[in-house]
């Protein structure tokens, strides 16, 4: 099953800046070979659902591991049988309403 | 590592009535032996990482079975590695503050 | 316009105990007289659009005040024109299917 | 209050393929003046709280009068108060972690 997700982690009592950790993240995404893109509140990840959600764990794994004793993540998951559709595609898809 | 999730998974494309897609997710989270609790706008679950995640891409498996095509799902995961803390902990140490 | 919301307050940058912030949004859910039902993951919140964001702003205004320097917020928003639905009905309906 | 923002606007009940109402939402940000940012799972918006948060209310109204007659909204809200943000600081901050 594919799944295209959207993920935004945050470790708490690290302080108000937490763009390394965000950063570590972005790392694990690109070792597990995750096509993705960061954006200013999260960041979209398509692969196979095992994949991405492997991914999501080593992310609060790694992140625990920096000295984060606590994480709170929010996780979009989208999945669909009819047809299939990549990042790219759904922005297309809205931009194509918009000329 | 344990988690303490928020799941609400959205059926699209089957009306505008979704309970009972809901319903067959709580009974995959009973099946699973995972402590839930349902609320108005989602169901807190708490256990442990795998079978959390497990029961997750089962509640999207049987959803799609039931003739949703598309389907998306909000997810919050919840880890600390400070201390043990249940469902029911964190509504008392929000409570004990109102009193 | 009548909404069903689920609220979702964290502070960042105050350390991994949270729960006296939480507690200051329940009191401005009360103040502003919302029916709402706090649950371990955030708090359902039912009633008129403005109402319901106008206590979300003061909730982000008193988080500040407390110390805060940083928040980010998960709200939910449901609203439907077919028919009035209350918290509680939401949790019938589905309960009704596990029956 | 200056916000940034994460909004993922979903209509139930009217199929599968959404974007046309999303693009009726990326009207509404362009008609407020808003910075914004379509990604693939949502949108992000930057501007001044009441501003962005009359934009969500003109999106739901738009979107039901187009015919959904539910709606079901992801909104996340960052706010701080320590210093200024834009949504591409957000980004930068992380990229310049990766190098």
Redesign the interface.
Known sequence: ?KV???L?V?P?????????Y??EC??VLVEAGLTH??????T?I?GD??TV?AA??TC??RV?AMGA??????????????REQS??D??D??????D
Chains 1, 2, 3, 4 share one sequence.
């Open positions: 099953m295209i997700a959207d935004c945050i708490m009592g690290v302080g108000v800046s937490v763009s390394r965000v950063a972005e790392k893109h960061l954006h200013a509140y999260g979209n398509e659902w095992d959600m999501v764990k609060h794994e625990h004793d606590r994480i709170t993540t929010s996780l979009k998951l989208g999945t669909r049988i009819d990042l790219q759904k922005i898809s809205v931009r194509s309403k918009l």
